[in-house]
């Protein structure tokens, strides 16, 4: 299609929200509900006594020379996947900026990611380190794409259609994800299909609906020549990004708001079925599937939810009732949450917080920057901010776990990610977009 984008128009908005639907099957398949329990059940291993009777499980693996608990283990290597991405997403958006290429970026980090959901089907706990490199590649992958993919948000829409945008892809992110898994959990428990199957599902799906958004997007408009070399002016504009926040005090506060609660939205969403397979007590894998349909169900409504609160009460102020609920969930979790029916009602107060504060954090952004034509290193800047923010998370949560020998203790450190981010957000100034 031509690369003259009319903002508002429809059928562009339509097929860019329809990436949401391809790709939101790798968040919910492979990072949140069948890898997870699948990946917590190969990595363990049964304690015998001297009789070779079963007595119990350990779920210690070992790494380079090095023990560690798996979900530990797990925690440091999708931190290290968002370390890598911080570190090349500025140059890829520089490169995709001044070569007019953000489509081929965006289709490049996609095929990456779903080519290495699919290598996840040969994982194997004799080969750890080979196997952990397909969990690291797909999270590349798929946070890569994201990089390009947000940065369309601001060129296809006008600011006060960015929040019901928003929450369009993010509720066709989570009811085609939910079809997938729902389709896959049939195959595993009617037919006997083998879970590493579902590895494979997620790629076809996520390449196959792609091609939908791609048939649609503009490659992408080429901003003139670049005033440092092409490779480090990524980088450069980062900089010209973060000179920029020192005369938009809004976009500032918020950033750095953003920045801190993202080590906790992230981190819930990457580690949940983890913490509840080990935590809770006589949660079956069947009843754990349940309560992430229940989270991705209630995360349709939660967008829209909140995409309407928002035109009611501003976004800033929807965002703090978001910030505030996060705050109770994670503090009642730590102290209440120890069987199956707790944990249910834990997963749907996430479900309907999830989607809405991720949807309303990436319009409220999009509604605060300046005018620009440089939509991707504006948004190469949030995602890296959302990236270290991510790392500092799953690297805590990790830590304190592998320090203290258990999950719970790190809900903590999310609590006060949460309350952090609450205080920084209360001092946001009101603007003409959000308030």
């Known amino acids: ?5 009319t903002k508002g128009d429809k059928k562009l908005i339509r097929s860019w929200a329809f990436y949401d639907w391809a790709n939101s099957a790798y968040p919910l398949v492979i990072t949140t509900a069948i890898f997870p329990i699948f990946y917590e059940n190969v990595t363990r291993s049964d304690v015998k006594d ?3 009777n079963i007595i119990g499980h350990s779920d210690t693996v070992t790494f380079w020379g090095h023990h560690f608990h798996n979900t530990e283990l797990y925690s440091y290597v999708v931190g290290l996947s968002f370390i890598l991405v911080s570190l090349f997403s500025p140059i890829l958006s520089g490169v995709a900026d001044y070569t007019g290429r953000k489509k081929l970026f965006m289709r490049i980090f996609c095929y990456l990611g779903a080519v290495s959901c699919a290598s996840l089907y040969f994982f194997n706990k004799d080969y750890l380190g080979l196997s952990l490199l397909s969990v690291f590649f797909a999270s590349i992958g798929f946070w ?5 993919y947000n940065a369309y948000l601001p060129e296809i829409a006008e600011p006060e259609d960015h929040d019901s945008i928003s929450a369009l892809g993010f509720g066709l992110g989570y009811l085609g994800s939910s079809i997938l898994l729902i389709i896959n959990l049939v195959l595993i428990q009617a037919f006997e299909m083998n879970a590493r199957w579902a590895f494979v599902t997620v790629a076809i799906w996520w390449i ?6 791609f048939a649609r997007l503009p490659k992408g408009q080429r901003n003139g020549e670049p005033r440092k070399n092409i490779l480090t002016n990524g980088f450069h504009e980062l900089g010209n990004v973060w000179k920029e926040l020192k005369h938009h005090k809004q976009l500032k506060r918020f950033l750095a708001s953003f920045f801190i609660y993202s080590m906790g939205v992230q981190t819930v969403m990457l ?18 599937i349940i309560s992430v349909l229940i989270i991705q169900f209630l995360g349709i409504l939660g967008s829209f939810l909140f995409s309407r609160t928002s035109r009611l009460i501003g976004n800033i102020k929807t965002l703090g009732i978001a910030l505030f609920l996060w705050v109770c969930i994670c503090a009642g979790t730590y102290q209440f949450v120890y069987s199956a029916s ?3 009602i834990v997963a749907a107060s996430v479900g309907l917080v999830m989607g809405g504060i991720q949807s309303l954090s990436r319009s409220t952004y999009s509604k605060l920057l300046p005018e620009t034509d440089d939509h991707a290193s504006f948004f190469s800047f949030y995602d890296v901010a959302e990236k270290v923010g991510i790392v500092i998370g799953m690297f805590s949560f990790g830590f304190i776990e592998g320090i203290t020998g258990g999950m719970r203790n790190s809900i903590l450190a999310l609590v006060i990610f949460f309350v952090i981010g609450f205080i920084i957000l209360l001092t946001i100034p009101k603007s003409k977009h959000v308030n």
Request: charged fraction near 20%; aromatic fraction near 12%; avoid cysteine.
């Open 1 to 5: 299609m031509s690369d003259t984008i």
């Open 50 to 52: 001297e009789l070779g």
């Open 144 to 148: 890569g794409s994201l990089v390009f």
């Open 208 to 213: 196959g609906f792609a091609h939908i958004s």
């Open 271 to 288: 580690m949940a079925v983890l913490f509840a397979k080990k935590e809770i007590e006589g949660l079956e894998e069947s009843s754990l």
């Open 342 to 344: 707790g944990f249910y």
